[in-house]
């Protein structure tokens, strides 16, 4: 799962972006080789694609599949109902697209594919590239839904409502700065959980495998400490997974509700 030189185990290069079979592409001096990264977005999308089309069937008396489908979309579609109101359905697509591709991303990077040789499975979500451009997305959404639905009113956003007059220009400076700063607060969130839950995981696992190779005596008292954190760590990095993917559809749900919903 890891590069080893040695006894030493990188935890750092599960993160790192190669090409797939060692190709490079380059077009017009642009490197646009198919790497690990795009391989495990697709593998994603896949899965993805795979999931709804299985529960599509539309059956009147619905099976597992096709239940699980339908609880995820009552899932988003509740949730955006709750923080933006009836006009929160026109919004369910984008937010449900969003929160499953992150759900499936993360549950992916954690499948332990490793035990295949020449399998090494990738996390897409630990790449801030990645997060950021879905957080930009997100926020770009807000601004056309809020520039095309109030004009210049949606400035009034960063004025709270009974705000004294003198104070109005600093107000508006500080709302102005927290509102620019949710893009970046939404990816790094995101990104930084998956990565260092991870690092971590690497760790141990570094622990288990220098224990197996220093002898019995250091098995037990390094490997099976660690390979049992190791397994718990895993159970709650899965938690995380869909924790993460829920925070991130959520906080959309809010900024679209400040474009739909000025006061």
Known sequence: MAAAEGSKIDPMHQ??????MGSHWVVGGYDLSFTNSALWMVVTLASLWLFMLGGMKRQLVPGRWQAAVEGFTGFVSGMLTSNVGPEGKRFVPYVFSLFMFILFANILGLLPFGVIPGVHPFTVTSHLTVTGVLAIISFAIVLIVGFGRHGFHFFSLFVPHGTPVVMIPLIFVVELMSFLVRPFSLGLRLF????AGHILLKVLAAFVINGINMGPGYAAIVTLPSFVLMIGITLLELLVAAIQAYVFALLTSVYL???????
């Open 15 to 20: 993160f790192l972006i190669e090409p797939v």
């Open 192 to 195: 930084v959980a998956m990565t």
């Open 257 to 263: 509700n400040d474009a739909v919903n000025l006061h």
